[in-house]
């Protein structure tokens, strides 16, 4: 069985590692010469806060933009793939080209044949995710002002840690389920890409109640010190010290000029802060990557197990 698993679904196979080796060349083209880049142009006491340093960072920005686009898509589109060319054809080709009924009436049972091609090809998804975190980093230092954090950023904290394995297997038994829901290869490539994409959003949404959000207050500024922190909230502290959404009307004066919004709003905000106002913002430390990055996967390794389970039941049902 391991073997016509191979010859079944050798392509989806070879295709995937050529594109993460693809990428992987990418990646490590990109960093390369960006090291280079960077120590050819880099003023003395970069990375700091000299505004010498941020005119590098814009030109890191602006010199590898396409990679960054690159970068950006892939969160939604590499589970995409994975459930739309892994798992919605796994079952659904066999329905639909009627190829079921002769590969289940072999000595081979209907049991053992799920058994080892999800198996399979569950492991190869999860190895090939693991991969892509472990590229990616590897790359991501090299350019950690322009990829922004990995923890408060959703794309970049689902490129890394166990989360690239966790969104894969999901995706393929998610596209496993929808090929035997539908029998059909390409509505079920449909389902799956509505459904990573609706996951990823009510994932996220979730995660800020995974801990009790921190709360920080701020005299001066409204920008935590810690960008690599997830925001969940924010609201002012009157002088009594108590919340308010937004301060009374009128207590500061406010205009909002074209062109000059930014430095209207700092002259507002600066004004609160000089009448004892201050912010508050809610957030979660960058310290719990890992904890997020474990319920993250738990709950993706939960509903795999449910998918893949109500899958294999549909189909030992229904045969024919």
Request: proline share 6%; with cysteine.
């Amino acid at each position: 069985m391991i073997w016509l698993t191979w010859r079944q679904h050798r392509a989806q196979i070879l295709v995937t590692a050529g594109m993460l080796v693809a990428l992987g060349l990418l990646l490590l083209g990109s960093a390369v010469e960006a090291v280079v880049y960077i120590a050819d142009h880099a003023p003395p006491g970069c990375p700091g806060p000299a505004p010498a340093c941020g005119e590098l960072e814009v030109a890191l920005g602006e010199r590898y933009d396409a990679i960054y686009t690159i970068f950006g898509w892939l969160p939604l589109v590499a589970p995409a793939l994975i459930g739309a060319f892994w798992g919605a054809p796994l079952l659904g080709r066999e329905y639909e080209r009627g190829t079921h009924r002769l590969a289940w009436t072999q000595s081979v049972s209907t049991g053992r044949w799920l058994a080892v091609k999800l198996a399979v090809l569950g492991g190869a998804v999860v190895t090939g995710g693991l991969a892509l975190s472990l590229m990616v980093s590897l790359w991501r230092p090299i350019f950690r002002s322009g990829i922004d954090s990995a923890f408060g950023n959703i794309g970049v904290f689902n490129m890394v840690g166990v989360a690239p394995a966790a969104w894969w297997l999901y995706a393929f038994a998610l596209g496993t389920l929808a090929g035997v829901l539908f029998r059909r290869t390409l509505p079920a490539m449909a389902l799956v890409v509505a459904g990573i994409a609706v996951t990823m959003f009510t994932l996220f949404s979730l995660s800020d109640h995974y801990a009790e959000p921190a709360r920080a207050v701020l005299s001066g500024t409204t920008v935590l010190e810690d960008s690599d922190a997830r925001l969940t909230g924010s609201a002012w502290l009157d002088p009594a010290g108590k919340e308010v959404m937004s301060p009374p009307a009128g207590i500061c004066p406010r205009r909002v000029d074209v062109g000059r919004s930014d430095r209207n709003q700092k002259t507002y905000e600066n004004c609160l802060f000089g009448k004892g106002y201050r912010f508050v913002v809610y957030h979660h430390p960058p310290t719990r990557f890992w904890r997020f990055q474990w319920t993250d996967a738990a709950v993706l390794t939960a509903l795999s197990l449910v998918f893949g389970g109500v899958a294999v039941h549909r189909t030992l049902r229904r045969k024919v």
